[in-house]
């Protein structure tokens, strides 16, 4: 494979169950930010090979110019799933080679065109770009049906902080806030596709230490001026039934479970979203330093964090 912006892919997973509305918006959103015919690598899961929705997520990948990366029909994990993205991903990239890993319900935003973002990484040797949720919800709090007929920014467009605010940190803790989006193909996912296995590698951080790293990543002006984010289009009709599901699996992890289950709580209490509890971007147009300047920035303040760390560490085994 060549290092040409061509061979930048996408690699996922759509469940026919809950996840089929979102695909054909997905799809046409990763189109828009540069990802070619043939580029896209989803794993299409089902309960059977013979379950019709099967055969609509074949008919909308090939609108687009895909084929399934392969038709899944084991018993759903999130271990497994993560397990058969990183077996994909070893199968179409090469290590030089740029991958985004996005669940259908995710679509990134990038601060400027996605080539000119994997070769800014190039240039200073980062493997690994992070960007945190933002929960992106019907304009009156409820969890609404996907349509076809509009884009998915019209009709979710509260941009919001719901994750934290609901659930918490618990065992999800904010590690599970923020998401891989871009990175090079010698760095693979963990579960979740929070960040990268351990092991994997060699890792280098854009802000040179995890994203979730920062005290700030609980705040939610820090999360919506963040120069990358993965709009998060999780609040739909479909959540209710696809949560119930996934905490009934008795290989779904710690983490999920408690997540899933925090928010179900909230779900039986609401109809939707009380939005007036939760933090919302209202911003018209970004706002502060250009991204690169705001990067460079971020990452000098992580580096500073990292050296007073080593200086204090050295001054405790000195003292007496």
Known sequence: MTDAP???????CVGVQDDLPLLPHFLAHYRDLGIREGAA???????DPAHPGVAEARSVLAEFGHEPAEIWTDPYSSAAMWERRRVVQSGVASDCDWIINADVDELHEYPDQLSRVRDWCKARSFTCVQGPFIDRIAHDGRLARVSAAAPLEAQFPVKAEA?????????????????????????????GGHHPRSGSGPVRYALHRPLAGFSAITHPAFRFAHPFKVHHYKWTDSLVTGLQRRIADPNVSPAGHDYGTRLLAYFEAHEGFDLQELARDKRKSP?????????????????????????????????P
């Open 41 to 47: 690598h989803v794993i299409v899961h089902a309960p």
């Open 6 to 12: 061509e061979s930048i892919m996408l690699i996922s």
């Open 163 to 191: 994750m934290l605010r609901i659930a918490g940190t618990g065992v999800h803790d904010r590690y599970g806030t923020v998401k891989m989006m871009l990175h090079r193909g010698d760095v693979h996912p963990g579960r």
């Open 287 to 319: 706002a502060g330093l250009p991204w690169r300047l705001r990067m460079t920035a971020l990452r000098r303040q992580s580096q500073l964090r990292s050296m007073m760390g080593g200086v204090k560490r050295r001054l405790q085994a000195v003292s």
